[in-house]
C-alpha cells in the first residue's frame, strides 16, 4: 500500500502565508502558486 500525502487528508497543510511563502527556497517556490492563500501545485 502506498503512503498517501499528508494533504489527503489535512486540506488545511494545502493553506500558505504570504510570509511563509517568502520564506520558502527559489527552487521550491517555483513548483508551487499560491491564490489566495491556497496551494496550488504546479
Known amino acids: ?3 498517501l ?3 489527503t487528508s489535512d ?3 494545502l ?3 504570504e510570509e ?3 520564506a520558502l527556497p527559489d527552487d ?3 513548483l508551487i ?3 489566495g492563500g ?3 501545485l504546479c
Open 28 to 30: 521550491i517556490r517555483k
Open 1 to 3: 500500500m502506498t503512503t
Open 20 to 22: 511563509v511563502y517568502d
Open 5 to 7: 500525502p499528508s494533504w
Open 11 to 13: 486540506p488545511e497543510s
Open 33 to 35: 502558486e499560491v491564490i
Open 15 to 17: 493553506n500558505i502565508t
Open 38 to 40: 491556497n496551494v496550488v
